[in-house]
């Protein structure tokens, strides 16, 4: 099935379920004008892409099935950061909203920084900041991502991350702002939902931490690049990465652990900001 083929499928679906291209689109998190190119065939869907359409149009789980993998024939997707910028950061951020409400399972492995979802106002304006937007920008890509921690929440969604001890070590912000992230992660280590990991410097490891990705559902892998996201899709590919996130899990701290090493670190942030 080419692009055409997958489009004209896509479009008979909705027609199916009487649904109108307007309220898919706003549904899916895409202009109408990007849903009617796909429909078309004049435009290339991710697999993303095709998930939110079929979730959007209510499919069953079979038929999403079916359709994503001719999505997937594409091994690896690349968007360019301009891309995503010209689209705006706050569009993006409503974009991935969208996927974590439909995920059951995520899993996030961190190597560089405290990951998006766990994030307090402070550490999200500082990690924001270096991208050169206004303030009023910059504040609204924030609400944008605080609102998107509110899955943290949902019980029916199983939540994994792993940090390793370098992101604590890395001053992205104050010492003191940097302890009120750490009793956030914490707090939210005791959601029953949500597995916080630290993998500490002393832990003898059988892997190398390349870079950041997000797991969800075990069927897309994203990879932030400096200059691209990168998605993941094809089951073989993923695997891998399955594999990889739980290489680390396993020499990870986890629970009170977890906890007792963090509550050390942040006294020593405190100290330091006291003293500084």
Known sequence: MNNGELGAALRALRKASEREAKAVARSAVMSVSKLSKIETGKLSPSAADVERILTAIGVSDEVKVEYLEQARAEVTEATAWRLIQRMGLHRAQEQVRALEAQMTRLKVFQPALIPGL????????????????????????TRSRLERQRVLYDVNKDQQFVITEGVFRWRIVSPGRMAEQVDRLISLSRLSNVDVAVVPFSAQQGDIANHAFVMRDERTVTVEAVRAEIVVTDPRDVAEYVEKFERFSAVALHGDDMRAMLEELRNELVREQENG
Do not use: C, F, M, W
Not at 120 to 140: C, F, M, Q
């Open 118 to 141: 766990l994030q307090t106002p402070e550490y999200i304006h500082a990690i924001l900041s270096r991208h050169g937007l206004t303030e009023d920008v910059l504040n609204k890509i």
